[in-house]
C-alpha cells in the first residue's frame, strides 16, 4: 500500500471536494466558501485570505489522506469503497464538530456566543451542520467528503 | 430647497426624487424620503435584493425616515457620490449620510450599504426597516439572528444588518426593523453587509464608519485629480461622478443604466433593461473620460470594448454584459412594473438585431483612441481590418437602427452614416499603418455609402437628412452626422437638418427622438441625450450663443443632485426611462467640452 497513491488521492480528492463545493454555491445550494474561511484565520486581506485558504485547504487535503493511509493499512485493506464510508465519516466530523465547534474556537475572526462585532470584524458562523450557510450545505458537504474518501481510496487501491 | 416627499397611492416615486449611490460594483437608488428603492447584489447585472422602484409590495427596500411628518432636502458631499440627506421636522433636525462603501484591504462585507444619522437638532423619532427580497422579488428570505447579528438569506445571497445606536434590530416575518430618537449630537450607524457565495463578515462599527469616511476622502481624492476646467464645470463634474457610478470596476465596462424597466411611457411597453454595455456609446465614453482626464478609465474601457467584441469577431454586437459576456437573452419578471409599466424586463433582445451604426462608433471609437495619444498594438489592427471587410459585406443591408426598433428594419439614414464614418476612419487608420492596409477595398465602399446617403437619403423639398432612405420622417440622430463628422459640421446639409430638426421633433430645448413608426405601443417623451448632442451641433457649427442657450435651458431639467433620466415627459417635467441615464450625461460632457473646443477656435 504505497503512501504516494495517498498523496496523489490526496491532491485529486480535495480538487474534487473544493470543484463540488463551489459548484454547490454556485447552483445556490449554499454559501460554504471553506477558503475563505480557512484563509480570514491567518489573513484580514480578502483576496489574500482566499488564496491562502485555497493552499491551507489542500495541505490539509494531504494530512487527511494520510490518515485515509494510515487506516487503510491498519485494516490492511482499500478501495473506493472503503475510501467513500470514511468519507462519510470525514463529513459528518467536518460537519458537526471540525467546521461548527473546532473552527470557531480557534478561529480569530469569527463569531460565536461570547463575540460581538465591536472593534473587528467577524465571520458568519457556521451553526449546527453548518445550516447557517444554506439548508443543503450538510448533503452538499457530505456528498463532496464521500467523493473524496473515493477518490483517496481508488488512488491507493491502484498504487498497491 | 426642502421638499415634502411625494408617493402615490402605491408607493411609487417620482423618478425624479431618486439620487444614486454606488462602489463601482453595484449602484443603489435612494429616494427623498430616505428609502432605497432599488439594489442589485453583488454586481450592477445581477438580481436585485431591493426592487420596490418596479413594485412596492413585493420587491423590498431599506427604509430609513423620520416617523413623524418631514420636508427633505438634500445634495451629495462635494465632489462625492455619498449622499447626504437632512430631514427637517417639527421635533428638530436629523441628517442621514449615505454611502455604498468602497472595498478597503481590511475584512469587510463584500459590498455594504452604509447609512449614518446625525442628529442636527432637537430629538427626532426615526424608523426603519429592511425588507430584503432576493432574485428580483422571487425568493423570500430566510431571517434569523446569528450571534446578535440580523441576517437574512437566500440561496447564494445573505445580508447582515447590523445597528449602532439606531435601536435594536427586531425580526419579523419578513423584515428587521428598529426606532430610535436621533437627539443633537447624536450619532447612529446602520450597516447592510452582504455575502455571495460565501459566509457573511460581520463589520466592527470602527471599521464601518471607518470605511464611510475612506470612501467620503477617495470619491473627492478621485474628483479633485480630474482635468475639466471648462464651462459648465460642476455639472460636467458632477456627470463625471455619474459616469463614475456606472463604470463596472472590475471590467472597466461602462452599463447605460443601473436600472431595468423605468418605462418610456408611464403604464407602456417601452421598459427596457439597460445594465449592459452599449457599443454605441463607446465614442462619448472615451471621449468624456479623456475630457475628464480618466486615462485609466478611458484605457480599461477601450480595452473591455476590443475584448468583448472579439467574441463576436467579426460581427459586433450591439450590447455586451458588463463582464463582456455577449448573452443578454430577454425574459419577462412578474413584478407590477413602475406604476403599471408591464412588462419588467431582464435581458436585452436588441442584442441580436442588426444595427449598422455601432460599426462606425467602434472605428471612430479606435480613431479617437488613437489621436488621444494611446497606443494600438498589430494584432488589433489585424482584427480591425477584418471587421472593416465584414462591414463592406453588409453595409447595403436595411437594419434597426439606433433607436433598435422593434419594426421592420429599413436603411436609417444615421446608420449609413456610419457606415461611411467606420470605413473612413479605418481608411485613415492604415494611413497612418495601424491597421493592415485595405484601402484598396474600403475606400470605394466608402464612396459608394456616401454616395446612398447623399443621394437617397437627402429630402431636397424639405433640405435635410431624413430619417431612412426615400421617408420624409425625421430623426433626432442624424445629429450625430456632425458629431461623429459624417460631415462638416457647418456644411449647408447639416445645418439645414439641424433647423429641420429644431423645428419637426423640438419642444423648446427638448427633443423628441423621432417621427414615425417604430413597432411599439405608446408615445415617449423627450429624448435628454439627443438635446445636449444639439447643443454640440450648434457649438460645431459655429453657433455659440445658441449652443449656450439651449445648454443653459437643459441644465434647469436635471434633478435636485445633478441626475438625468434618459427622457422627459414634456408636459410635466417628470422623468422617465432608466435611470441614471449613461448616455445623457456622456452627451452633457460631450456638449460642454465642445463648446469650449469651439469657444477657443473661434
Same mark, same amino acid.
Given at each position: 500500500m504505497n503512501v504516494a497513491g495517498a498523496l496523489v488521492g490526496g491532491v485529486v480528492g480535495t480538487l474534487v471536494l473544493t470543484s463540488g463545493l463551489r459548484a454547490a454555491s454556485e447552483l445556490g445550494l449554499t454559501r460554504i466558501d471553506l477558503p475563505f474561511l480557512l484563509g480570514t484565520a491567518l489573513t484580514q486581506n480578502r483576496v489574500r485570505a482566499k488564496a491562502v485558504g485555497y493552499a491551507l485547504h489542500f495541505a490539509f487535503g494531504l494530512l487527511f489522506a494520510l490518515a485515509y493511509w494510515v487506516v487503510f493499512r491498519v485494516l490492511d485493506e482499500s478501495g473506493w469503497l472503503l475510501g467513500a464510508a470514511l468519507g462519510l465519516l470525514h463529513g459528518v466530523f467536518a460537519a458537526t464538530?471540525?467546521?461548527?465547534?473546532?473552527l470557531p474556537l480557534v478561529h480569530p475572526r469569527m463569531a460565536n456566543?461570547?463575540?460581538?462585532?465591536?472593534?473587528s470584524p467577524l465571520l458568519e458562523p457556521p451553526g449546527f451542520l453548518m445550516?447557517?450557510?444554506?439548508?443543503?450545505t450538510p448533503a452538499v458537504t457530505l456528498a463532496g467528503h464521500v467523493a473524496y474518501g473515493a477518490v483517496v481510496g481508488g488512488f491507493v487501491s491502484l498504487a498497491s | 430647497m426642502t421638499t415634502a416627499p411625494q408617493r402615490d397611492e402605491e408607493g411609487f416615486a417620482p423618478i425624479r426624487d431618486y439620487a444614486a449611490i454606488g462602489d463601482g460594483r453595484t449602484v443603489a437608488l435612494v429616494g427623498l424620503?430616505?428609502?432605497?428603492?432599488w439594489l442589485c447584489l453583488p454586481h450592477l447585472h445581477s438580481p436585485s435584493v431591493f426592487a420596490a422602484l418596479l413594485d412596492p409590495e413585493r420587491g423590498g427596500r431599506f427604509t430609513l425616515a423620520p416617523a413623524v411628518p418631514f420636508e427633505a432636502e438634500r445634495r451629495y458631499v %462635494?465632489?462625492?457620490n455619498v449622499l447626504e440627506t437632512t430631514f427637517r421636522t417639527a421635533k428638530g433636525v436629523v441628517r442621514v449620510t449615505d454611502a455604498l462603501s468602497l472595498p478597503d484591504p481590511?475584512?469587510?462585507?463584500l459590498r455594504e450599504v452604509a447609512r449614518r444619522v446625525e442628529g442636527l437638532a432637537g430629538a427626532v423619532p426615526l424608523a426603519w426597516r429592511v425588507e430584503p427580497r432576493f432574485g428580483y422579488g422571487a425568493n423570500g428570505a430566510r431571517l434569523a439572528r446569528r450571534d446578535g447579528v440580523a441576517v437574512a438569506a437566500a440561496g447564494r445571497d445573505a445580508v447582515a444588518v447590523s445597528a449602532w445606536e439606531a435601536g435594536e434590530p427586531e425580526l419579523g416575518a419578513d423584515a428587521v426593523s428598529g426606532g430610535f430618537e436621533a437627539r443633537d449630537g447624536d450619532r447612529a450607524l446602520l450597516l447592510l453587509g452582504a455575502a455571495h457565495q460565501e459566509p457573511l463578515v460581520f463589520s466592527g462599527r470602527d471599521a464601518a464608519e471607518a470605511r464611510l469616511d475612506g470612501t467620503i476622502a477617495s470619491w473627492r481624492r478621485w474628483t479633485e485629480t480630474r482635468e475639466y476646467d471648462g464651462p459648465w464645470k460642476d455639472d460636467v463634474l458632477r456627470s463625471g461622478l455619474a459616469l463614475k457610478l456606472l463604470v463596472?470596476?472590475?471590467?472597466?465596462a461602462i452599463a447605460?443604466? %443601473? +436600472? #431595468?424597466? $423605468? @418605462?418610456? #411611457?408611464?403604464?407602456?411597453? &417601452?421598459n427596457w433593461d439597460y445594465r449592459f454595455a452599449w457599443i454605441r456609446d463607446s465614442v462619448f465614453t472615451l471621449e468624456a473620460l479623456t475630457d475628464l482626464g480618466c486615462s485609466a478609465e478611458a484605457t480599461a474601457f477601450f480595452w473591455w470594448l476590443l475584448h468583448a467584441s472579439q467574441l463576436t469577431h467579426p460581427r459586433i454586437q450591439v450590447l455586451y454584459g458588463?463582464? =463582456?459576456?455577449?448573452e443578454a437573452e430577454e425574459r419577462e419578471l412578474p413584478l407590477a412594473g413602475? !406604476?403599471?409599466?408591464? @412588462? *419588467? &424586463?431582464?435581458?436585452?433582445? /436588441?442584442?441580436?438585431q442588426r444595427q449598422l451604426d455601432i460599426y462606425g462608433d467602434l472605428f471612430q471609437t479606435v480613431f479617437l483612441y488613437v489621436e488621444r495619444g494611446f497606443e494600438l498594438d498589430s494584432d488589433t489592427g489585424g482584427r480591425l481590418a477584418q471587421i472593416a471587410d465584414h462591414l463592406c459585406d453588409i453595409w447595403r443591408e436595411p437594419d434597426r437602427g439606433l433607436w433598435e426598433v422593434r419594426s421592420e428594419p429599413v436603411h436609417f439614414t444615421q446608420s449609413k452614416m456610419m457606415c461611411f464614418v467606420a470605413l473612413d476612419r479605418v481608411c485613415r487608420l492604415a494611413e497612418r499603418g $495601424? *491597421?493592415?492596409?485595405g484601402r484598396a477595398r474600403w475606400a470605394p465602399q466608402a464612396r459608394a455609402v456616401q454616395e446612398f446617403v447623399e443621394t437617397r437619403c437627402w429630402n431636397e423639398e424639405k433640405g435635410c437628412y431624413t430619417r431612412? /432612405?426615400?421617408?420624409d420622417e425625421l430623426d433626432a440622430s442624424l445629429l450625430l452626422g456632425s458629431l461623429l463628422e459624417?460631415? &462638416? %459640421?457647418?456644411?449647408p446639409r447639416m445645418l439645414g437638418t439641424i433647423e429641420a430638426i429644431r423645428r419637426e421633433l423640438g419642444k423648446g430645448p427638448l427633443l423628441l !427622438?423621432?417621427?414615425?413608426?417604430? =413597432? $411599439?405601443h405608446g408615445e415617449e417623451g423627450a429624448f435628454l441625450a439627443c438635446s445636449f448632442w444639439l447643443v454640440e451641433a450648434l457649438a460645431r457649427a459655429g453657433r455659440l450663443d445658441e449652443a449656450a442657450e439651449t445648454m443653459e435651458e437643459l441644465l434647469g431639467h436635471a434633478n435636485d443632485v445633478g441626475l438625468y433620466a434618459?427622457? $422627459?415627459? +414634456?408636459? +410635466?417635467g417628470e422623468f422617465l426611462g432608466n435611470f441614471p441615464q449613461g448616455l445623457t450625461h456622456l452627451g452633457l460632457v460631450s456638449a460642454a467640452a465642445a463648446f469650449e473646443r469651439a469657444e477657443a477656435a473661434a
Open positions: 464538530a471540525l467546521v461548527n465547534v473546532l456566543p461570547l463575540t460581538a462585532a465591536g472593534r445550516l447557517n450557510y444554506g439548508r443543503a | 424620503d430616505g428609502a432605497i428603492d %462635494p465632489g462625492t481590511s475584512l469587510g462585507a463596472y470596476a472590475p471590467s472597466g447605460a443604466a %443601473p +436600472t #431595468t424597466s $423605468l @418605462p418610456e #411611457t408611464i403604464g407602456g411597453e &417601452r458588463l463582464d =463582456g459576456s455577449p413602475y !406604476r403599471g409599466s408591464q @412588462p *419588467v &424586463r431582464i435581458g436585452n433582445g /436588441a442584442a441580436d $495601424l *491597421v493592415d492596409d431612412a /432612405a426615400g421617408s459624417y460631415c &462638416r %459640421p457647418d456644411s !427622438r423621432y417621427s414615425g413608426e417604430d =413597432g $411599439l434618459e427622457e $422627459l415627459e +414634456t408636459s +410635466t
